[in-house]
């Protein structure tokens, strides 16, 4: 897992460190790091360090002394650095003098002194800074030209929530101290790719982590010799109606590609379902399904009074249940039907679902909070959809899955991630893991249908769910691949 800390709690572990080193040794063992991470980028885009020019974004605090002893180090190997100090009376004085002594240069942070750098250093401000940046800073961030470094993390960006509120940097890599901060996966495209350097903190398990692709691939359900159509997990799927049955084709087909057990469908889009997938079992109502070992219900469904009362007798099961799209719909109507439920709960709103259950407007200040609060309320889990998509356990404890793009951000592909993610939930696996990684494959399924049909390019095809539909079992497969090359 790749667990990321709430900046407070990053602090907190460097004070006992601060405490017992010699003054500036934790800022110099930052500092170093950085320096040998800016050297090698130096060293990838331009093929050589010596020679080359680095300017550095001084800020007033630590955060730009990381940046003054790094310019120091990279002196040493014959870089041409120029500090561009935004507070000259303010700066940090050790870090200064360090730079000073190494034959770096000093100016005013104003665009003119810029020059042409190779690299940008940005240290305005740490992870003790919040809002947009200062109109001088803004100023010379906005003419910048050449890749920018982030120091820790991107100015101008909250370290904490990933929340953007005026002008701030974008980085193309971000080298970070102790520990990745939240702001690193909610804001992966301020961030760049991230460099962690250890500086020997001692940190607790994390509440919000992401797990790699290896370890999902580890846990995705296959048949052993023994298994049989029942015990490898049997979802029920009440989706699609008469206005909207390519819900149920859609997050019925996402079952189906997931595992290898049973689908159950109920609902009135039984013919285009099985049309599509006749080895289905469809049923016209709940009471006439079977048993199932998890259920999923809402994507379609509409929100009458027969949807409510549908809704209504599947939340009466004790088994796992998610929730989503028309379901949601219901539950913001009415949330005593999941309120104080037993068995595992699983929300799946987007954004504007948030907040109609919520009735507090758009999560997207601080969006880690939000689904926390909401899982922790009605005791559920929430995952809260969106470019880094959470899932939130009931005792707070997240997973965050960046998707890497926004390919799935499109009509019917939330009805794939309710099925894929209510296939892994009926073979018995936990709530939050089945979840991430549903997401997971949900999210590489999108980009590989970016790719076109030739597979190749970083995502540049128009995607529809059909298209992420046909590349679900593509992607179970190279999560699986992950797992059997580690």
Known sequence: ????????????????????????????????????????????????????????????????????????????RGVAVTALLLDAERAHPAGLAALRAAGGRTAPATPEHLGDPDLVLDGIVGISGRGPLRPAAAALVDVITAPIVAVDTPSGV??????????????????????????????????????????GLDLPPADLVSAEPA????????????????????????????????????????????????????????????????????????????????????PGGGTDEQAEDTLRDVLATDLPVLVDADGLTLLAR?????????APTLLTPHAGEFARLTGSGDPQSDRVAAARTLAADWQVHVLLKGHATLIARPDGHTFVNDAGGSWASTAGAGDLLSGLVGALMSSGMPVDLAAAAGARAHALAANLAARGEDGEGAGTAPVSASAIAEQLRPAVRILRAHASES
Not at 22 to 42: F, I, K, Q
Not at 173 to 197: D, M, Q, S, Y
Not at 266 to 281: K, M, T
């Open 158 to 199: 909250d370290p904490d929530t990933g929340e953007v509120e005026g002008p701030a940097v974008n980085a193309v890599l971000t080298v970070t101290f102790g520990a990745r901060k939240p702001v690193h996966v909610l804001a992966p495209a301020r961030c760049g790719r991230v460099e962690l350097i250890d500086i």
């Open 334 to 342: 009415n949330p005593s039907l999941v309120r104080g439920r037993s």
């Open 215 to 298: 370890e999902l691939g580890a846990i995705w359900p296959v048949p052993g010799a023994d298994d049989d159509k029942y015990s490898q997990g049997v979802v029920g799927i009440v989706a699609g109606s008469g206005h909207y049955p390519g819900a149920g084709v859609l997050c019925t087909g996402a079952a189906v590609a997931a595992t290898s057990g049973m689908v159950r469908y109920v609902g009135s889009a039984a013919a285009e379902v099985l049309a599509r997938y006749p080895e289905v079992v469809a049923a016209p109502t709940f009471d006439a399904a079977g048993r199932a070992q998890a259920w999923v219900v809402g």
């Open 1 to 76: 897992m790749r667990s990321y800390y709430p900046c407070e709690q990053v602090r907190a572990a460097e004070a006992p460190l601060l405490a017992a080193l010699p003054e500036g040794t934790l800022m110099r063992r930052a500092s170093y790091g950085l320096a040998r991470v800016v050297a090698d980028e130096l060293h990838t885009r331009t093929g050589s360090v010596a020679g080359r020019k680095v300017s550095l974004l001084v800020g007033s605090g630590d955060n730009g002394g990381d940046a003054l002893w790094a310019g120091a180090f990279l002196r040493r």
